[in-house]
Nanobody, 124 residues
């Protein structure tokens, strides 16, 4: 069982930066791939970024590539999402997820555990 708690969201202006954190419980964190997904009002949840269990594979949605960076610290059971050059269209609830398929995936179906999410609001 893995429990995930996101933090770091907030209200920022366009072009600002935020770093989201996702703290995981459980001794098996280091074996799980981790992902970030987001859901804007009235829209479906969408993939943002993912990282393999070792950190050597990273995946990004085209909409965030070059602006967002996913990383993890297995010693701290934490995954991060550094978001630079934020845009109003990045406004959403951001969820982290853990998947036993440790290589990482863009597909929500590959993730077994989900956090409750943290709100990110970007004003223009």
């Amino acid at each position: 069982q893995v429990q995930l708690v996101e933090s770091g969201g907030g209200l920022v202006q366009a072009e600002d930066s935020l770093r989201l954190s996702c703290a995981a419980s459980g001794r098996t964190f280091s074996t799980y791939a981790m992902g970030w997904f987001r859901q804007a009002p009235g829209k479906e949840r969408e993939f943002v970024a993912a990282i393999s269990w070792s950190g050597d594979r990273r995946y990004y949605a085209d909409s965030v590539k070059g602006r967002f960076t996913i990383s993890r610290d297995n010693a701290k059971n934490t995954v991060y999402l550094l978001m630079n050059s934020l845009k109003p269209e990045d406004t959403a609830v951001y969820h982290c997820a853990a998947g036993a398929w440790g290589l990482g995936s863009r597909s929500m179906t590959e993730y077994d555990y989900w956090g409750q999410g943290t709100q990110v609001t970007v004003s223009s």
